[in-house]
């Protein structure tokens, strides 16, 4: 979709991006990181034309952005940044409808594509009639992603776009982003600081130093990397914003024992002091100790089950089942999905997927 080869960007003795190759795939997320000044933003620039190219060639569906009128192109292009650039003396409508007005739209498609959108980011259509200072700062950068998407480009650029927002604003335009992915599949490049973002965020990330391109992979690729500068960048935290991404349901341990009341059995592995308890449709009731279940067997009581209050949601992730298992002083918790029992996770599985090496 979107193809980098060998581009170079200088100003004078000083170069900005230095010979950088990349693919970016349809529809995939590539996140671009590096330190302040690695020449992340002046990529995206150069992909939609804002500065020339020194060198090298940028390629769009296979065709050369170099024969391609920079107006025109830029049109084809969504384009989200930190500032946002609403204009002020427009309403919301206005502006997502901005390059769709530009291209000869009607006003009834027009209205109509607004509609779509404003829903489509979480906003409610009676915003679609106010102007941009009525709005929060996250209000408003929703807004900012629905004209991206007006003219329903296939490549999406997004320079630090929620890099002025508070946290909680932040989590959940980042929330909006990946339903959006999840249903439209864009082609997006996506440039932020924030490793935790990235991770969540990008299928892969490419990771700038000094203009040139240092690494591309996945989030368990990079953390697994021996080079001492990708070590260094995404620092010891980078762990656990990995395991932040991966769903708690990727890390049930097979091997622990579970116990049905007039319900199969499954054995599980001898280490397991304990044997968890469930009913005949699934729900989980407790634990019983792994002795008593042995004395009793098909005879177990009602009164040998012991309650386990500690439990993780099966849509946590694997990050949080590290938290909850530090706080509540358990090496090991029960996943349940509603009332039923998903399976159970330890530490031993948690770290096991952080030990997988990707190919």
Same mark, same amino acid.
């Given at each position: 979709?979107?193809?980098? /080869?060998?581009?170079?960007?200088?100003?004078?003795?000083?170069?900005?991006?230095?010979?950088?190759?990349?693919?970016?795939?349809?529809?995939?997320?590539?996140?671009?990181?590096?330190?302040?000044?690695?020449?992340?933003?002046?990529?995206?620039?150069?992909?939609?034309?804002?500065?020339? $190219?020194?060198?090298?060639?940028?390629?769009?569906?296979?065709?050369?952005?170099?024969?391609?009128?920079?107006?025109?192109?830029?049109?084809?292009?969504?384009?989200?940044?930190?500032?946002?650039?609403?204009?002020?003396?427009?309403?919301?409508? %206005?502006?997502?409808?901005?390059?769709? /007005?530009?291209?000869?739209?009607?006003?009834?498609?027009?209205?109509?594509?607004?509609?779509?959108?404003?829903?489509? !980011?979480?906003?409610?259509? %009676?915003?679609?009639?106010?102007?941009?200072?009525?709005?929060?700062?996250?209000?408003?950068?929703?807004?900012?992603?629905?004209?991206?998407?007006?003219?329903?480009?296939?490549?999406?650029?997004? %320079?630090?776009?929620?890099?002025?927002? %508070?946290?909680?604003?932040?989590?959940?335009?980042? /929330? !909006?982003?990946?339903?959006?992915?999840?249903?439209?599949?864009?082609?997006?490049?996506?440039?932020?600081?924030?490793?935790?973002?990235?991770?969540? $965020?990008?299928?892969?990330?490419?990771?700038?130093?000094?203009?040139?391109?240092?690494?591309? &992979?996945? #989030?368990?690729?990079?953390?697994?990397?021996?080079?001492?500068?990708?070590?260094?960048?995404?620092?010891?935290?980078?762990?656990?914003? !990995?395991?932040?991404?991966?769903?708690?349901?990727?890390?049930?341990?097979?091997?622990?024992?579970?116990?049905?009341?007039?319900? &199969?059995?499954?054995?599980?592995?001898?280490?397991?002091?304990?044997?968890?308890?469930?009913?005949?449709?699934?729900?989980?009731?407790?634990?019983?100790?792994?002795?008593?279940?042995?004395?009793?067997?098909?005879?177990?009581?009602?009164?040998?089950?012991?309650?386990?209050?500690?439990?993780?949601?099966?849509?946590?992730?694997?990050?949080?089942?590290?938290?909850?298992? $530090?706080?509540?002083?358990?090496?090991?918790?029960?996943?349940?999905?509603?009332?039923?029992? #998903?399976?159970?996770?330890?530490?031993?599985?948690?770290?096991?997927?952080?030990?997988?090496?990707? !190919?």
């Amino acid at each position: 979709m979107v193809r980098l /080869e060998e581009v170079s960007k200088k100003y004078g003795p000083d170069t900005a991006v230095d010979s950088v190759s990349l693919d970016v795939h349809p529809g995939e997320t590539m996140v671009v990181v590096g330190p302040s000044g690695c020449g992340k933003t002046t990529l995206l620039k150069l992909i939609n034309r804002l500065i020339p $190219l020194t060198s090298g060639r940028i390629l769009i569906n296979g065709r050369d952005t170099a024969g391609a009128d920079p107006v025109l192109l830029r049109r084809t292009i969504g384009y989200v940044i930190q500032q946002i650039g609403l204009l002020p003396h427009l309403t919301v409508r %206005d502006n997502i409808t901005f390059v769709l /007005e530009l291209t000869g739209v009607t006003k009834d498609r027009r209205n109509a594509r607004a509609e779509e959108l404003i829903q489509t !980011v979480g906003l409610p259509t %009676d915003y679609l009639d106010k102007r941009p200072q009525h709005l929060s700062g996250g209000q408003q950068q929703r807004v900012g992603v629905a004209r991206a998407l007006a003219a329903n480009p296939e490549v999406i650029l997004m %320079d630090e776009p929620f890099g002025a927002l %508070d946290p909680i604003t932040r989590q959940q335009l980042q /929330e !909006v982003i990946l339903d959006l992915q999840q249903r439209m599949r864009k082609t997006i490049i996506f440039v932020t600081h924030d490793i935790q973002e990235a991770f969540k $965020l990008g299928g892969r990330v490419a990771i700038m130093r000094d203009g040139n391109l240092v690494a591309v &992979g996945t #989030a368990k690729q990079l953390i697994n990397s021996d080079q001492p500068f990708i070590q260094q960048f995404l620092g010891p935290r980078a762990i656990f914003d !990995v395991l932040a991404t991966i769903p708690v349901l990727a890390a049930l341990d097979a091997t622990a024992p579970v116990l049905g009341l007039r319900s &199969g059995n499954r054995p599980g592995s001898s280490r397991w002091e304990y044997a968890l308890m469930t009913d005949a449709a699934g729900r989980f009731l407790g634990i019983v100790e792994k002795n008593v279940a042995s004395q009793r067997g098909n005879n177990l009581r009602p009164e040998d089950i012991r309650p386990f209050t500690a439990t993780l949601d099966a849509a946590a992730s694997a990050a949080s089942a590290i938290e909850k298992m $530090l706080t509540s002083g358990n090496c090991w918790l029960p996943v349940v999905d509603g009332d039923k029992l #998903a399976g159970v996770v330890t530490f031993e599985t948690c770290a096991n997927l952080l030990r997988i090496k990707e !190919v």
